[in-house]
């Protein structure tokens, strides 16, 4: 799945993206993490920074994007237009993840997954990758998915929020160990 890059540099780029989050996490008045906890607030759990969970994919656009209704976390729901498909490999073996965006987006692909790790290791509902044009995307016009990045939605940290739910199209059989981890509050 990786690309060549240095990984000790890879490393510290991953690991100042998750200081500057723990530090909103712990101290901005916006953070998720209840007030009460924000004291104590050792930081998000994550797995070890692993260039191997980065890839550079074309996104597989759908002709005619289907717009889908998506479930949350407080029995609401939110619409999503399912704009194409991403194929990496984890581990040697084949995923492909369906890319979302909000009606009218234009610039945000919206990449939410259940990997294998959901409820032992990681959030039980899922995680998310938000991907960017054109910060998230190369030279060449293909996109990163870095899994690194992948990140627990705000309800995991505290039920007030409303989350969208992984669509079952991304519910993967492989194990996905990068990114955020179970949370501790």
């Known amino acids: ?58 996104l597989r656009e759908h002709d005619d994007p289907d717009r889908i209704t ?18 990496v490999a984890v581990d040697g073996e084949d995923v492909t993840v369906q890319a979302y965006r909000s009606p009218g987006e234009t610039d945000r692909l919206w990449v939410p997954f259940r990997d294998a790790t959901a409820g032992e290791e990681t959030y039980p509902a899922g995680r998310y990758l938000d991907l960017e044009d054109p910060d998230d995307r190369t030279d060449d016009g293909a996109w990163v998915l870095d899994f690194n990045a ?18 079952t199209d991304n519910w993967l059989d492989v194990a996905i160990r990068a990114g955020e981890r179970l949370p501790d509050l």
Do not use: W
């Open 1 to 58: 799945m990786g690309t060549d890059i240095d990984a000790e540099a890879y490393a510290d780029r991953v690991r100042e993206r998750r200081r500057r989050k723990d530090e909103f996490f712990g101290d901005h008045p916006r953070s998720p993490v209840p007030q009460s906890a924000r004291d104590d607030f050792p930081g998000l759990n994550y797995f070890d920074p692993d260039p191997a969970y980065r890839s550079e994919a074309a």
């Open 70 to 87: 998506v479930e949350t976390t407080r029995d609401g729901v939110r619409e999503y237009d399912n704009v194409g498909a991403f194929r």
């Open 150 to 167: 992948a990140y627990n939605p705000y309800c995991a940290y505290n039920e007030a929020y409303e989350c969208p739910l992984v669509p």
